[in-house]
């Protein structure tokens, strides 16, 4: 029979270390009845070692539905995303890097984005290499964001990202660290190509919510950010989707 809704759980930052035996599991006991497609927004692991991505998957082996996620900073610090992504996906999770896959009739794309500051205050490519490099690092991953988008084709779109490409779920940290939680130049392709809804997580005290300049949600899904806020809730976003039309709305 054809589903009405689809609803969709999301949360990034889960920092997998070597020692999250057993601890990640019980906050996905009941997701398979809670929702009908995981996102992962990054984070996934904490320092990025192969061992903590299968501990990863070990954590998650309850998880029945579809699971699709994107990678964060976190998961390159040892240098081993290729490897780390490599089991994540063996593992059933679909690592988007500026890809996109369809799921049960819902069309996602996803980057992990970068670091580069919001409007005005954005870094410019002046001056220094090292200065130019983190600029064109940053247009290099909106650019693939902006090409993964732009090959959706579904009624249904959603955006997954680690860094935010708003300044207003990054209220609530230090200002002096918001040019490090992401940058406008991710938000230009999601205007561009339109979406229904757009995941990130990296900003662990952040907003939970806020809106492009088009108006479409933007949800904040760092874990610490969803337990900090919603304790009394699996630290999980769920946003729900009707079929037959083409907003959504967000049940937490
Ligand atoms: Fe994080
Ligand atoms: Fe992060």
Known sequence: MEKDNLRIAAVGDIHCGKNSHGLIAPFFANINDQADILILCGDLTDYGTPEEAHLFIKELNAVKIPMVGVLGNHDFETGQAEEVTKILNAGGITILDGDTVEILGVGFAGIKGYIGGFGRHSLGAWGEAGIKNIVNEAISEALKLDSALARLRTTHRVAVLH??????????????????????????????????????????????????????????????????????????????????????????
């Open 163 to 252: 860094y935010s490409p708003i300044i207003g779920t990054v209220h609530g940290e230090p200002v002096e660290i918001y040019p490090f939680l992401g940058n406008s130049r991710l938000e230009e392709p999601l205007l561009r190509n339109p979406v229904n809804a757009v995941f990130h997580g990296h900003v662990h005290k952040g907003t939970l919510e806020g809106t492009l300049m088009s108006g479409t949600p933007v949800y904040n899904v760092a874990m610490p950010l969803l337990k900090a806020k919603i304790p009394d809730h699996p630290p999980y976003r769920i946003v729900e989707f009707d079929l037959h039309q083409k907003d959504e709305k967000s049940s937490i």
